[in-house]
């Protein structure tokens, strides 16, 4: 793989087969599925690093029917998986693209693991967001990659983009779910100690020589084992802090894309195809007013790549938006805190903290308005059809010891929360009616709220928001608490505690329409030759439904490969 420094390296009347526009996972998987079909691949990258939110993210890769499912859910089929699919997103999608993604999956999977250094493997148990609907499972369907070493990569480990300082420990340890189970249990179980001690020695030994740990782990170990397995591929040029400024067209489709870089400028022909997989459009002005109204850009905790301009390029060639979603994004709820260097911090509340024992969640009036143990997605979209925003994540002493809350670690002490109080981000009361007044909330709703889930805590039973009825529900909640229900426990030991949160656009649901082979259609439903999507660019085959973790790096992934296919044959031919 040759990485250009300049476009100046890039000799006149430059071809290639295919051009992938954005280096996230769903781009890097494209190329990656071209190069090894012996394909000459430009990767283009607008930012410094690749990776794009896929990095930032757990890198869980939703994918029925791969040989992985046997190890842990040998009865799963895929007709189950379409039967779940077609409960959860009826008709808002076509079924035969998620059909196609059902189809070409399996072997996908098979492909990239066989061919490249990407590896996975099932979540032993990982269940479907909408649990109790017919066809869902609990395990089988979502992958995880393999952690990666780092130091593998040489000086293209500097490329990666960095995940989001609050996700790591230590000055910039990486830790994943199992990870944090071992180091919370650190003192209690000698295997939790032998291997937190393993992981924190490795990152000791990491920061004599690297500006951060090297042991990888969820969406960073993906796309690390993306960029090493393109490191390997000749036919292979990445060209990072470049943008796509047009598309040239012409009898046979796309055949040429002009680049910048500065102030240089590059014309590159395209025999094969242009995969757009730059990672939808919520950071461009127009659209993100126009599709997500009422949501502040700073509310976004997305990687900053994602600005739309290769959507208006695509819609300047007839492209068109898909239409009947959900929602047109994806969403979780997130709390903000302003960082030493002036940047702000948007974190994500997906499965630590709001659906535990000990933990509600509020809106103005001090009231619940939503299953806290719902997906992040419900929950997002929930605070914004009832007006809660902010709304308040609020736990008692107890609570936050076991689980944190949000920034604010689990196990933290009075001099661990304490910058968290300064600059209130995190509010602390020895009373609810003094939370309540700090907040600026009635104290009567606050109160009202908390002694009816200590009631329900009780009976187990939630008859206002059915909290803790299903698998997936319970997942996230902790049965180890003792509790009739494990997301249901009371609040009754002060200090009480509580964080704003904010409806958060995780990523792009609607994107541009495609058929099957990921070929972008027109408003009269024909490809325009050239011319694919993938990732969130391409619209979501879930329709806005967030029906399982992974289903956008999953589907990602497998359009990268049918993408790759279609345009490599056509570049052959």
């Known amino acids: 793989m040759q990485v250009l420094n300049s476009l100046n390296q890039l000799q006149a009347d430059t071809a290639y087969d295919l051009v992938v526009i954005g280096a996230g996972g769903a781009g890097m998987a494209a190329a990656l599925f071209a190069a090894l079909e012996g394909k000459q691949v430009l990767l283009v990258e607008r930012t410094e690093f690749v990776g794009g939110t896929t990095a930032w993210s757990a890198g869980t890769t939703w994918v029925p029917g791969t040989h992985h499912a046997a190890k842990v859910n040998p009865a799963d089929t895929l007709a189950d998986a379409a039967d779940y699919l077609n409960n959860a997103i009826g008709e808002r999608t076509p079924a035969a693209l998620r059909q196609a993604f059902l189809d070409h999956g399996a072997a996908a999977i098979r492909q990239i693991e066989d061919r490249s250094e990407v590896k996975f493997r099932p979540y032993p148990k990982h269940p479907d967001y909408i649990s109790d609907l017919g066809g869902s499972t609990l395990n089988g369907r979502a992958l995880e990659p393999l952690p990666f070493d780092g130091r593998l990569l040489g000086d293209l480990f500097k490329l990666v983009r960095p995940p989001i300082p609050e996700f790591t420990v230590l000055g910039g340890m990486m830790v994943d779910r199992n990870d944090i189970n071992h180091l919370l249990a650190l003192t209690k179980s000698f295997a939790s100690f032998k291997h937190s001690l393993r992981i924190i020695l490795r990152h000791a030994s990491d920061r004599l020589s690297h500006p951060r740990g090297t042991r990888l782990v969820m969406g960073n170990a993906l796309v690390a084992r993306l960029l090493y397995s393109l490191s390997k591929q000749t036919g292979v040029t990445l060209a990072l802090n470049t943008s796509v400024e047009q598309f040239g067209r012409g009898a046979s489709g796309i055949e040429s894309v002009v680049l910048a870089q ?312």
Not at 297 to 321: E, K, M, V
Not at 404 to 420: L, T, Y
Not at 555 to 572: D, E, K, N, Q, W
Request: charged fraction near 15%.
């Open 262 to 573: 500065g102030g240089e400028r590059r014309t590159v022909r395209v025999r094969g195809g242009v995969v757009l997989a730059s990672g939808g459009f919520n950071r461009h002005p127009g659209l993100r007013l126009a599709m997500l109204p009422g949501a502040h850009i700073g509310w976004c905790p997305a990687a900053p790549g994602h600005t739309g301009a290769a959507h208006d390029l695509a819609r300047g060639l007839g492209a068109q938006y898909g239409q009947g979603g959900l929602s047109n994004a994806f969403w979780a709820p997130v709390s903000l805190r302003q960082r030493a260097d002036g940047s702000t911090a948007v974190f994500p509340h997906f499965v630590m903290d709001r659906a535990k024992p000990g933990m509600l969640t509020v809106n103005q009036a001090g009231e619940r308005f939503v299953n806290e143990s719902t997906s992040y997605h419900l929950f997002g979209i929930a605070m914004q059809s009832t007006g809660s925003v902010p709304a308040y994540l609020v736990c008692d002493a107890e609570a936050l010891r076991k689980y944190g809350i949000g920034m604010v670690r689990p196990g933290a002490s009075a001099k661990d929360m304490a910058p968290f109080l300064a600059d209130g981000y995190l509010t602390q009361a020895q009373t609810l009616d003094e939370l309540a007044q700090k907040l600026g909330i009635p104290a009567a709703g606050l109160k009202a709220s908390v002694q009816k889930i200590n009631g329900y805590a009780q009976t187990g039973v939630d008859p206002d928001f059915q909290r803790g009825v299903t698998a997936y529900q319970q997942n996230i909640g902790d049965a180890s608490a003792g509790g009739k229900n494990p997301n249901l426990g009371p609040l009754q030991t002060a200090p009480y505690y509580a964080v704003k949160l904010y409806p958060g656009d995780i990523g792009a649901a609607t994107g541009l329409v495609t058929d099957t082979d990921a070929r972008v259609l027109d408003a009269q439903g024909q490809p325009i030759a050239g011319l694919y999507a993938v990732g969130n660019d391409m619209h979501s085959i879930m329709g806005g439904v967030y029906t399982a973790p992974g289903i956008t790096i999953g589907p990602g992934l497998v359009f990268g490969y049918l993408a790759a296919r279609h345009a490599s044959a056509r570049a052959s031919a």
